[in-house]
């Protein structure tokens, strides 16, 4: 392909002027980019053909680094009109206000954070100090260093806070998984001050969002403050959602000598999805993803061997909410793929 970052650009970005002038006047855009982000983007992938197998090749992608500083540059700048426009602040209505909720909170937990995951696997210090301001502004900031450092290091394992072992709802995974990985990583980044001398990135993930907070305390008062809180909350719940999916089951067997065996692409779901796969900046490429962290999305792949889940990131994320059709759709599914991979192997 010859422009291969343009179809991400176009579904990614797409939102971003809706909510914007949905913000601010109010009325259909708002809707519509709440219908855009869950409804269209379904039926889409349904329609559209799933995407191939490879990425669009190697190299750097110069224009995939500039899609990306544009998403959490309007990130940033959409998250001070989400909390007005919540808040009632922009003057709208109370179904103004709903739409505007979900539309940005929809917008935050799956493009925003897909985007921020890829911002920090970039060497580049720019690049990874603003996906890290990205998850700062959803209060969301250690998973900056949950991700890198225990996900990605003991990912399908018990070792890993955000792993979801099979027979575990989404409810009872997302709070567990959020304190482990708050207090694991706080341990992981303590230990490493200690020997290096440097700061705990937490005291930047912490206080970043205690001074957003007072900031919007300030600037938009307690309402404001809840708009902000609420907003977070609902972000901060996509992005669990989607560590869920991507990993559901898929646990690695822990070998006689107490390890765990490697780590291969039958621990991650994936989705072929064409429509959802460019919104979310390829985020559904999960399986490439581990076993190639600094490659950048555009050049990610679907490996042969790769488990596949039946429908697309948002249209799983639905599913999910009701444990007993996730369980009854996802479980079997697990075992299949867990026995394929111990007979190919001949473990």
């Known amino acids: 392909m010859r422009f291969p970052v343009l179809p991400f650009a176009l579904a990614s970005l797409a939102p971003v002027p809706l909510l914007a002038y949905g913000g601010v006047a109010g009325g259909a855009a708002l809707w519509i980019a709440v219908v855009y982000t869950s409804f269209f983007a379904f039926a889409m992938d349904e329609i559209l053909p799933t995407t191939g197998?490879?990425?669009?090749?190697?190299?750097?992608?110069?224009?995939?680094?500039?899609?990306?500083?544009?998403l959490a540059l309007s990130h940033l700048a959409l998250v001070p009109l989400a909390v007005m426009s919540v808040a009632g602040l922009t003057g709208l209505g109370t179904a103004e206000r709903v739409g505007a909720f979900f539309g940005f909170g929809l917008y935050f937990g799956q493009i925003s954070n897909s985007n921020a995951h890829e911002l920090i696997h970039r060497g580049n210090r720019f690049l990874f100090s603003l996906g890290k301001w990205v998850y700062i502004s959803m209060l969301y900031g250690h998973h900056t260093t949950a991700h890198r450092l225990l996900h990605h290091v003991h990912v399908s394992t018990p070792l890993d806070p955000n792993f979801p072992p099979k027979g575990r709802s989404f409810y009872r995974y997302f709070l567990r998984g959020w304190v482990g990985s708050f207090t694991r990583?706080?341990?992981?980044?303590?230990?490493?001050?200690?020997?290096?001398?440097?700061?705990?990135?937490?005291?930047?993930?912490?206080?970043g969002g205690l001074a957003i907070l007072v900031v919007f305390a300030l600037v938009f008062g307690w309402g404001g403050v809840l708009a902000y809180l609420g907003l977070c909350?609902?972000?901060?719940s996509q992005l669990a959602m989607v560590d869920y999916l991507q990993h559901y089951g898929l646990a690695r067997r822990k070998l006689p000598d107490g390890s765990y065996e490697p780590q291969a692409s039958h621990h991650s779901w994936n989705s072929p999805h064409w429509f959802s796969s460019h919104m979310m900046v390829n985020a559904s490429r999960h399986s490439d993803h581990h076993a190639n962290p600094s490659r950048i999305y555009p050049a990610l792949r679907l490996p042969a061997d790769h488990p596949v889940l039946p429908y697309s990131l948002p249209a799983m994320g639905i599913v999910a909410l009701v444990p007993a059709l996730w369980f009854k759709l996802m479980d079997k599914r697990v075992d299949r793929v867990l026995a394929h991979a111990q007979t190919t192997t001949g473990a």
């Open 233 to 236: 909350f609902y972000a901060q």
């Open 53 to 70: 197998p490879d990425g669009a090749g190697t190299g750097e992608f110069p224009a995939a680094n500039a899609l990306s500083v544009a």
């Open 185 to 207: 990583g706080y341990r992981v980044e303590a230990d490493r001050a200690t020997r290096t001398g440097r700061m705990n990135p937490y005291v930047e993930y912490v206080g």
